[in-house]
């Protein structure tokens, strides 16, 4: 009782000993009896310790593979901690022991106590596993509390973590105060892992090692949802990794792995994920190109988290409802994604101004991109506009304007070309600080100085941000007001204005459709026009082509330079062919077919369908090309592909072609464009005697008048043509009588 000790099962040997030499100095006993009531306190202890502890006793004994020599210790330290079973022992029991041994033992003898700990606790849940039909399954569930991973109940497993030296390596502690869905996400990904993973090594050093390096750093952070960490977030857990291994970028995987092994395993799909892995979609093989797949969609660099929302929301609807192939939604959600960064943090989508958008409309004409580029991101921009319309969100009017043309069919190219022009004026206004609003409601003298100005700012060339750009004609500053008139008329349209423009006035036009059909349009005018110089389009000499025949690198490019010339139609249209179903291999036609779906975006204009005759020795040359590439053409349905590079067997995209015919002319001089060919075609057609309403109806023109801007026709053939008429005709008015 002097030591506190009130059960005789916690009596240790010591205190026996102490007792002993109590009884014999305290106590005037003799040795004899000292000796006697010693062995006494023994067999009291003995028999105790039986009656209560006999279970554990006996099912350490049983226990085979084990020094047995040490398990007297490894007893009476269970024994102390009122350990009645073997299966009550957990780590935290182990843990005590460790610090208990490291008070009394060497530390040689340390890991020898503890590993003899281990492998009764082992053996015992091997015997228990034995009484389940298939011992190869082993199902955990979550629980806040310590899992140790040489007690788990698969051993074969377990045995596997046997030489890993630092044994806190393998604990993994949910009773730790944390976030509970991002507890139960690691040990979703623990079990993930311990199943799918084989390699030990690997296992160990790619998985749970930085997994475990992670799920402190999310305790210590206090991250809620592993799916929805930030970037910046990220960096800083890749700064530790970086103090642990040297190789740290293979470590950071582990936020990559973690982020999918979620994904792709919920039973919901994690819609707010802040990445989205494209397997779990199970998409249809015509939305995904096998050449150049896409794995994942991001959106965490999107800072403002409700236009982070607003991103997904509109790439749920892009992959759930519009049929479009993954590369173009990525394509489209990586535009949007740059405008929405460009926002900053602080700015809703939502609440974006005409100026705000004309602002980064000037910003991104100034980078160093293509137009067609920059067409590309505005009408992207557009579509997400158009979404959150449909959403009932808030939309821009420029958005709404582009939108109304893309449902009335307008081409892509014709599109990209309002979008440009749009961007131009937005730029306008913003240099001039002022809204469509604003315009609206200035006087009629205001409106045309307004629009005045604006015709000189393009005839400057104020619009481009290359100084060395030649100026544009007067006809492509009209074309560029006349579009700008026609988004005014739009929004009144749209918004029910009771005001229209003050300086637009109204007027009758007569017009031809191709067949000679006359009608009588009624348009409101500008009277303040630039004076139009009727410039003729250019066109290309055929013995240029020639030179540029021979000059193209490969059989692919002379088709695309035949079939433009020999068709008259327009690019798009050549690149939207595909070979199994808009040739005829027979006749030696070429079709055109209106699709909205191509993968290169390629589309017929006016949404109408055409067919042209080509030579023989273009149609020869046309199959040369197919068994020439046939490996690459035939694993697509295209015509047109790249045949070298990363893109090979991709459809060609109209970027493709200007890229060529900038090489061709950097090699010959010779500056040709796919529109000068369609002149061409247009040209040689009229010199061969075709009418005009058949060039028009080839050229798939809506108005003859269009077909006769692009008929060259000279003073000398005026003259020659003059000449021919008048030799047949000589007395036509019987002028000669009246001499």
Same mark, same amino acid.
């Given at each position: 009782?002097?030591?506190?000790?009130?059960?005789?099962?916690?009596?240790?040997?010591?205190?026996?000993?102490?007792?002993?030499?109590?009884?014999?100095?305290?106590?005037?006993?003799?040795?004899?009896?000292?000796?006697?009531?010693?062995?006494?306190?023994?067999?009291?202890?003995?028999?105790?310790?039986?009656?209560?502890?006999?279970?554990?006793?006996?099912?350490?004994?049983?226990?085979?593979?084990?020094?047995?020599?040490?398990?007297?210790?490894?007893?009476?330290?269970? !024994?102390?901690? #009122? *350990?009645?079973? +073997?299966?009550?022992?957990?780590?935290?029991?182990? @843990? $005590?022991? &460790?610090?208990?041994?490291?008070?009394?033992?060497?530390?040689?003898?340390?890991?020898?106590?503890?590993?003899?700990?281990?492998?009764?606790?082992?053996?015992?849940?091997?015997?228990?596993?034995?009484?389940?039909?298939?011992?190869?399954?082993?199902?955990?569930?979550?629980?806040?509390?310590?899992?140790?991973?040489?007690?788990?109940?698969?051993?074969?497993?377990?045995?596997?973590?046997?030489?890993?030296?630092?044994?806190?390596?393998?604990?993994?502690?949910?009773?730790?105060?944390?976030?509970?869905?991002?507890?139960?996400?690691?040990?979703?990904?623990?079990?993930?892992?311990?199943?799918?993973?084989?390699?030990?090594?690997?296992?160990?050093?790619?998985?749970?090692?930085?997994?475990?390096?992670?799920?402190?750093?999310? !305790?210590?952070? #206090? *991250?809620?949802? +592993?799916?929805?960490?930030?970037?910046?977030?990220? @960096? $800083?857990? &890749?700064?530790?990794?970086?103090?642990?291994?040297?190789?740290?970028?293979?470590?950071?995987?582990?936020?990559?792995?973690?982020?999918?092994?979620?994904?792709?395993?919920?039973?919901?799909?994690?819609?707010?994920?802040?990445?989205?892995?494209?397997?779990?979609?199970?998409?249809?093989?015509?939305?995904?190109?096998?050449?150049?797949?896409?794995?994942?969609?991001?959106?965490?660099?999107?800072?403002?988290?409700?236009?982070?929302?607003?991103?997904?929301?509109?790439?749920?609807?892009?992959?759930?409802?519009?049929?479009?192939?993954?590369?173009?939604?990525?394509?489209?959600?990586?535009?949007?994604?740059?405008?929405?960064?460009?926002?900053?943090?602080?700015?809703?989508?939502?609440?974006?101004?005409?100026?705000?958008?004309?602002?980064?409309?000037?910003?991104?004409?100034?980078?160093?991109i293509q137009a067609e580029t920059v067409n590309r991101q505005i009408l992207d921009i557009t579509k997400f506009y158009e979404y959150?319309?449909?959403?009932?969100?808030?939309?821009?009017?420029?958005?709404?304007?582009?939108?109304?043309?893309?449902?009335?069919?307008?081409?892509?190219?014709?599109?990209?070309?309002?979008?440009?022009?749009?961007?131009?004026?937005?730029?306008?206004?913003?240099?001039?600080?002022?809204?469509?609003?604003?315009?609206?409601?200035?006087?009629?003298?205001?409106?045309?100085?307004?629009?005045?100005?604006?015709?000189?700012?393009?005839?400057?060339?104020?619009?481009?941000?290359?100084?060395?750009?030649?100026?544009?004609?007067?006809?492509?500053?009209?074309?560029?007001?006349?579009?700008?008139?026609?988004?005014?008329?739009?929004?009144?349209?749209?918004?029910?204005?009771?005001?229209?423009?003050?300086?637009?006035?109204?007027?009758?036009?007569?017009?031809?459709?191709?067949?000679?059909?006359?009608?009588?349009?009624?348009?409101?005018?500008?009277?303040?026009?630039?004076?139009?110089?009727?410039?003729?389009?250019?066109?290309?000499?055929?013995?240029?082509?020639?030179?540029?025949?021979?000059?193209?690198?490969?059989?692919?490019?002379?088709?695309?330079?035949?079939?433009?010339?020999?068709?008259?139609?327009?690019?798009?249209?050549?690149?939207?062919?595909?070979?199994?179903?808009?040739?005829?291999?027979?006749?030696?036609?070429?079709?055109?077919?209106?699709?909205?779906?191509?993968?290169?975006?390629?589309?017929?204009?006016?949404?109408?369908?055409?067919?042209?005759?080509?030579?023989?020795?273009?149609?020869?040359?046309?199959?040369?090309?197919?068994?020439?590439?046939?490996?690459?053409?035939?694993q697509q349905e295209y015509l047109l592909v790249n045949v070298s590079g990363k893109y090979a067997g991709k459809p060609m995209q109209?970027?493709?072609?200007?890229?060529?015919?900038?090489?061709?002319?950097?090699?010959?001089?010779?500056?040709?464009?796919?529109?000068?060919?369609?002149?061409?075609?247009?040209?040689?057609?009229?010199?061969?005697?075709?009418?005009?309403?058949?060039?028009?109806?080839?050229?798939?023109?809506?108005?003859?008048?269009?077909?006769?801007?692009?008929?060259?026709?000279?003073?000398?053939?005026?003259?020659?043509?003059?000449?021919?008429?008048?030799?047949?005709?000589?007395?036509?008015?019987?002028?000669?009588?009246?001499?």
């Amino acid at each position: 009782m002097q030591l506190g000790i009130y059960n005789v099962i916690l009596v240790e040997e010591n205190d026996v000993r102490n007792y002993k030499r109590f009884l014999l100095e305290d106590r005037d006993c003799t040795i004899r009896e000292a000796n006697s009531m010693t062995s006494f306190l023994r067999n009291k202890k003995a028999h105790w310790i039986e009656q209560e502890y006999g279970a554990l006793l006996e099912e350490i004994r049983q226990c085979e593979g084990i020094e047995m020599p040490l398990t007297g210790n490894i007893k009476n330290f269970l !024994i102390r901690e #009122g *350990i009645h079973h +073997i299966r009550e022992i957990d780590y935290a029991i182990r @843990e $005590k022991y &460790e610090q208990y041994l490291m008070k009394e033992k060497k530390p040689e003898q340390v890991l020898r106590y503890l590993k003899t700990l281990d492998r009764i606790k082992q053996y015992h849940i091997r015997q228990e596993m034995k009484q389940f039909a298939n011992t190869k399954k082993f199902h955990l569930r979550y629980e806040q509390q310590i899992l140790f991973l040489p007690y788990l109940p698969d051993q074969k497993l377990a045995m596997e973590f046997d030489k890993v030296r630092d044994k806190t390596e393998l604990v993994w502690d949910f009773s730790v105060k944390a976030s509970e869905k991002m507890k139960q996400q690691i040990f979703q990904l623990l079990i993930h892992i311990l199943e799918n993973v084989k390699d030990p090594k690997d296992r160990r050093v790619r998985f749970l090692l930085p997994m475990q390096w992670m799920y402190q750093y999310c !305790i210590k952070q #206090g *991250i809620v949802d +592993i799916e929805t960490m930030e970037q910046e977030e990220i @960096e $800083k857990l &890749e700064e530790i990794v970086k103090q642990k291994v040297v190789n740290y970028k293979n470590s950071m995987q582990i936020v990559d792995n973690s982020r999918k092994i979620l994904f792709m395993s919920g039973k919901q799909i994690h819609w707010h994920a802040n990445v989205w892995y494209m397997e779990r979609f199970h998409l249809a093989p015509e939305r995904v190109n096998p050449c150049n797949p896409v794995n994942r969609l991001s959106f965490y660099q999107v800072e403002n988290l409700n236009n982070r929302k607003l991103l997904q929301e509109y790439a749920r609807y892009q992959i759930g409802i519009t049929g479009l192939t993954i590369g173009n939604i990525r394509s489209q959600q990586n535009y949007v994604k740059k405008f929405l960064k460009y926002l900053g943090t602080d700015v809703c989508a939502l609440d974006v101004t005409e100026k705000q958008i004309g602002a980064y409309f000037k910003e991104i004409q100034q980078q160093e991109i293509q137009a067609e580029t920059v067409n590309r991101q505005i009408l992207d921009i557009t579509k997400f506009y158009e979404y959150l319309k449909i959403k009932k969100h808030i939309v821009l009017l420029p958005s709404q304007y582009l939108m109304h043309k893309m449902r009335a069919k307008g081409s892509p190219n014709t599109i990209k070309r309002s979008a440009l022009v749009i961007s131009y004026y937005l730029n306008y206004l913003s240099e001039n600080q002022l809204t469509m609003e604003d315009v609206w409601n200035m006087k009629y003298e205001k409106q045309q100085e307004h629009f005045t100005d604006f015709l000189i700012w393009l005839k400057a060339g104020m619009h481009s941000k290359d100084e060395y750009t030649k100026k544009p004609y007067n006809e492509t500053c009209n074309a560029y007001l006349k579009e700008v008139f026609r988004l005014y008329n739009f929004a009144e349209q749209q918004e029910g204005c009771e005001q229209s423009l003050k300086v637009l006035s109204d007027a009758q036009y007569i017009v031809r459709n191709s067949v000679g059909i006359r009608k009588i349009l009624n348009r409101r005018s500008f009277h303040g026009y630039l004076k139009e110089t009727g410039h003729i389009g250019r066109t290309i000499e055929q013995d240029k082509i020639v030179i540029l025949l021979k000059a193209c690198a490969n059989c692919r490019d002379q088709v695309l330079l035949l079939l433009l010339a020999e068709t008259g139609f327009r690019i798009g249209e050549i690149l939207g062919n595909r070979y199994a179903t808009d040739i005829d291999y027979e006749n030696h036609l070429i079709y055109v077919n209106f699709r909205e779906d191509n993968e290169n975006d390629a589309r017929a204009k006016n949404a109408e369908f055409r067919k042209a005759k080509v030579s023989d020795a273009t149609f020869e040359i046309l199959k040369f090309y197919l068994e020439e590439y046939k490996d690459l053409i035939f694993q697509q349905e295209y015509l047109l592909v790249n045949v070298s590079g990363k893109y090979a067997g991709k459809p060609m995209q109209d970027s493709g072609v200007r890229s060529l015919m900038e090489r061709l002319e950097k090699k010959t001089g010779i500056k040709v464009t796919p529109h000068m060919l369609r002149h061409y075609f247009a040209n040689t057609r009229r010199k061969a005697g075709w009418k005009l309403e058949l060039i028009s109806q080839a050229l798939g023109h809506r108005h003859i008048e269009t077909t006769m801007k692009y008929l060259n026709i000279t003073e000398e053939e005026l003259m020659e043509a003059s000449d021919a008429f008048y030799s047949q005709h000589q007395s036509l008015y019987g002028v000669d009588h009246l001499l």
